[in-house]
């Protein structure tokens, strides 16, 4: 008897080290798999923000160029004129409102908005600006420049002349008021925290706000620079810290987010170790005897349950694990916070029910590739169903894990990236579009024109307001903004469906008609054009009437687009040069068929 329970005891304890030993090694895999698309998610993200930034950056600079382009300076040292019109420019700027000034060559000042509280010329951060204009570069940034206690930034344009670069044209901002800074407090979190610096460490914005224009942690500095992104671990005192350095921005700036170990590990590495621990208990409680052992078994499958769902409780994502079919065999706790549904509600049913009906045909064809490779790993962006019945983009990271005992499936990461998507949607219409009316800007406008030629005939009306500078002189500049307003308003409902109405400048407007064959409809749209320019405005309280000269040019298929531009626009000249609208009132607008001047201004 004593040898049979011995065998029993012995018996019972193989089987628990070997359910033991596979539970641990499981663990283990999961883990790594959850550490590997943790670390791998985070990085892309922070890749991700570091990109909007750069974009960020480089959008704060198009004030600069509008001012250039619609206000010549005089370059001369202390020129009144100048001065006057950087204080201008400041005052109506949303970025420079702190000022702005001109440089020659070499950086000394030859104007500014300020007569006070300006960067030293040998402040050492001037020289990333420097460095990266005289290599070549259309804009700069100098690094982050403490004045007065204020922390300042510079973003730099070349003045051109004659070809080549005469001088430099610079907006200072007050870098804890800036867009950037308003995105990056956007990004905050009680889990980790979101710096922006410049190529010394410096911070030019943050999550934590009280940060800016100080120093990030000396460990992260030499990370800085060059291009790529950086996984770094270091200790900040006595706390074991992460970060994610993505270097490569403009003028030697990089991004960096850090949070501690634990808050990045989260729970799921201390449920690892307390499950490694209950799992040797439960070998030690084995050798009591065979009769314990089914009550273990119990145990050990409840508890590997617990272990599994701890793992993706608190997780930010939304896993999810398929079948070769697309069912669904699990889904994580998280779907719950993220799209309404509750936990087991989406087991058995397909995946593609809750995908867009214009992704589905990508991610199909895409997973079944999948599928077909042992190791293989995808990524794509689609749209998915929340409870609401409403769609949000996500970010996938699908891997085959058809292979692993423990997960028979693929396995799906989801992060919801609707409102990164949706803040690039906002970049790229800001990129086509005036910001004062919402038209198409010429680089829309002229995209727009050389689709149309491909295969159509295009009648191009170049208008030109008459008398809007005396607007602006007499009534100031709001007024001349709200006036262009009102007649873009005013062209919109003139146009046909399938025109394009742009602002290409100050006081001017482009309308592409494709497919006009004749001038009669030509001469019907100058007319109503000038016809609803020429009723009265009411603006701040006044009645303003100004005029409208219109240049018209019937452009054949395949005709060049720049060509076709200059010949409405000469036309529109021919006409301003007669006296304008007022003066050519002749029954049809006549069409100009010769190549003119081309005022392009960007």
């Not at 590495?269 to 009591?288: D, E, K, P, Y």
Request: hydrophobic share 45%.
């Amino acid at each position: 008897m004593r040898v049979r329970n011995w065998i029993a005891v012995v018996i019972s304890t193989l089987l628990l080290l070997a359910a033991g030993g596979i539970a641990i090694v499981v663990n283990r895999s999961a883990l790594n798999a959850a550490d590997a698309v943790h670390r791998a998610d985070s990085t892309e993200l922070g890749t991700n923000n570091a990109t909007l930034t750069g974009q960020l950056q480089l959008l704060s600079a198009q004030e600069l160029v509008e001012v250039l382009a619609e206000h010549p300076l005089t370059l001369a040292a202390g020129a009144e004129a100048d001065r006057t019109l950087l204080i201008t420019a400041a005052a109506k700027s949303s970025t420079f409102q702190y000022g702005m000034m001109m440089t020659d060559l070499d950086g000394g000042v030859l104007n500014s908005s300020r007569s006070t509280g300006l960067p030293s010329e040998d402040n050492a951060a001037w020289i990333p600006m420097r460095k990266e204009l005289a290599a070549g570069a259309q804009i700069g940034f100098s690094g982050v420049m403490v004045v007065d206690s204020i922390a300042l930034a510079a973003v730099a344009v070349p003045i051109v002349v004659g070809g080549a670069p005469a001088g430099f044209l610079i907006g200072l901002n007050q870098v804890a008021t800036t867009s950037l800074q308003k995105y990056t407090v956007q990004l905050s979190s009680e889990n980790h925290r979101t710096d922006v610096v410049d190529s010394t460490g410096m911070v030019a914005a943050s999550s934590v706000p009280d940060l800016v224009g100080g120093m990030v942690d000396a460990a992260i500095v030499p990370q800085l620079g060059g291009t790529g992104t950086r996984f770094l671990q270091y200790k900040a005192g006595t706390t074991d810290m992460i970060a994610i350095v993505v270097a490569g921005l403009p003028s030697g700036y990089s991004y960096v987010r850090s949070q501690t170990k634990s808050s990045f590990d989260g729970a799921v590495h201390s449920r690892s170790q307390t499950v490694n621990i209950t799992l040797l208990a439960m070998l030690l409680i084995g050798v009591v005897g065979i009769s314990v052992l089914g009550y273990r078994t119990q145990i050990q499958r409840r508890r590997a349950d617990e272990r599994f769902s701890a793992l993706f409780q608190h997780a930010p994502d939304i896993v999810t694990v398929i079948d070769r079919d697309g069912r669904m065999i699990f889904t994580s706790p998280s779907s719950a916070a993220i799209l309404g549904f509750e936990p087991g509600e989406l087991a058995g049913h397909s995946v593609f029910d809750l995908v867009h009906p214009d992704d589905q045909p990508t991610m199909k064809e895409r997973l079944d590739v999948l599928v077909t490779d042992p190791t293989g790993v995808l990524r794509l962006q689609c749209r998915v169903k929340a409870s609401t019945g409403h769609y949000r983009w996500f970010d996938f990271t699908a891997s085959n894990q058809m292979t692993n005992p423990a997960l028979t499936g693929v396995v799906i990461n989801a992060r919801d990236i609707s409102e990164n998507r949706a803040f690039q949607e906002r970049l790229a219409h800001e990129a086509q579009h005036d910001p004062l009316t919402g038209l198409p800007n010429r680089r829309r406008m002229q995209d727009a024109l050389s689709s149309s030629l491909r295969r159509d005939p295009v009648a191009v009306l170049f208008v030109d307001l008459d008398g809007f500078k005396p607007v602006n002189d007499t009534h100031g500049h709001e007024a001349g903004d709200e006036l262009l307003r009102q007649v873009a308003d005013r062209l919109s409902g003139c146009i046909r469906a399938g025109d394009v109405l742009a602002r290409v400048g100050g006081d001017e407007f482009v309308v592409l008609m494709p497919g006009v064959l004749g001038p009669d409809d030509v001469a019907a749209m100058s007319n109503r054009v000038r016809h609803v320019v020429e009723m009265p405005f009411r603006i701040a309280g006044q009645h303003i009437v100004i005029g409208a000269s219109v240049g018209v040019h019937l452009a054949t298929p395949a005709e060049d687009p720049d060509a076709a531009l200059r010949a409405a626009d000469h036309a529109m000249y021919e006409i301003k040069r007669a006296g304008g609208s007022r003066a050519l009132r002749a029954p049809a607008q006549r069409v100009v068929e010769t190549t003119g001047r081309h005022r392009a201004r960007d």
